[in-house]
């Protein structure tokens, strides 16, 4: 008999699926002061005043016991032309800045070269939400480009035009 929270748990997936998404890589150092990232489409501003920004991370993402331990990240808002680039650093691998265009920001992370928008951010907090880690930063540097942004929905990246 098929266990039913895993038909609960897909069901539950595929209805947020149905939520369409811009697409962000936030951006850090690992232990070793080396880049790294992780895509992200649970991104979204929090406040004005002070300047705060929020994303989640699943918990059992390596990302996240350097998201705990640095103070850093930049998120960066990706273009249409990046779909690529969201599955490169959504996948588990040694360099994920492997030839990417990407300079240092003021805080020490990285800022990927065309992307729309990038958040420079100091860790503000990190909340435990179930399986994942709700991380909220203070930004302290932003840029903004115009451009189309690539977006997710139901499991597959496009643009607005194309979404679904």
Known sequence: MPDGSFDISRRLRSAFGRFASGVTVVTMRDSNGDPTGITVNSFSSLSLDPPLLLFSVGCEQISCKWLKSGNHFTVNVLAREHESLA?????????????????????????????????????WNIVEGGDHLIVIGEISDFDARDGEALVFFRGAMGNFASAG
């Open 87 to 123: 599955w490169q650093f959504a996948r588990p691998r040694e360099d994920k800045f492997d030839g990417v265009s990407w300079r240092t920001g003021l805080n020490g992370a990285p800022i990927i070269e065309g992307a729309l928008a990038h958040f420079e951010c100091v860790k």
